[in-house]
């Protein structure tokens, strides 16, 4: 039998109960929401979800001790390729998951504005020759745009995790 956590899409198996429910003098005690109208069937795509919740890892909702020491580190943009990133902070969440520590990372972005230069198009030529020629105008369009310029990656612990050698490890420039 295969796992049901690798499927992205789950698919209800209600077409007995679709059938059953047709006929009409057993309509009146059907609920609405069960009606076959409203049952779904294997072509309404519901996707499957896996949640990664406290009931997994503890037995309480409350931690007794409270979150912990709060810990941050801050790091600059500039020095990581942003693939390499996603990379380090999907490992990151998944250490602070499998460890269940509480953590946010945070995003720094600053309002920039670009320039574009404007070109225009035309035709020209006589009989059989004809020529499509773009050139530029002289002026120059203005938009904005944002842009990350840095993280704040935010735990809460009472152990040191090594969250700082962990990064340095990876060549992610540190900041305070």
């Known amino acids: 039998m295969k796992s049901r956590h690798l499927r992205m899409l789950r698919y209800p198996r209600t077409t007995a109960e679709k059938r059953a429910n047709c006929e009409r003098e057993y309509r009146k005690y059907i609920r609405g929401k069960r009606l076959p109208c409203n049952l ?7 996707f499957h979800c896996v949640q990664n919740t406290w009931k997994v890892k503890r037995r309480t909702q409350y931690r007794c001790g409270g979150r912990g020491e709060r810990h941050s580190v801050s790091f600059k943009s500039s020095a990581i390729h942003s693939y390499r990133f996603n990379c380090t902070k999907y490992d990151l969440e998944a250490y602070f998951k499998d460890h269940d520590i509480p953590y946010d990372i945070e995003e720094h972005r600053e309002r920039y504005t670009y320039y574009l230069p404007v070109y225009a198009s035309r035709i020209s030529g006589e009989g059989d020759y004809w ?5 530029f105008t002289g002026e ?13 990656l935010t735990w809460w612990s009472d152990k040191d995790i090594g969250v700082k050698y962990i990064m340095e490890s990876v060549g992610l420039e540190v900041g305070v």
Request: charged content about 30%; proline content about 4%; aromatic content about 24%.
């Open 131 to 135: 020529e499509w020629e773009t050139y």
């Open 140 to 152: 120059f369009r203005t938009g904005k745009s944002w842009r990350t310029t840095g993280y704040t």
């Open 40 to 46: 779904p069937d294997a072509y309404d795509d519901m």
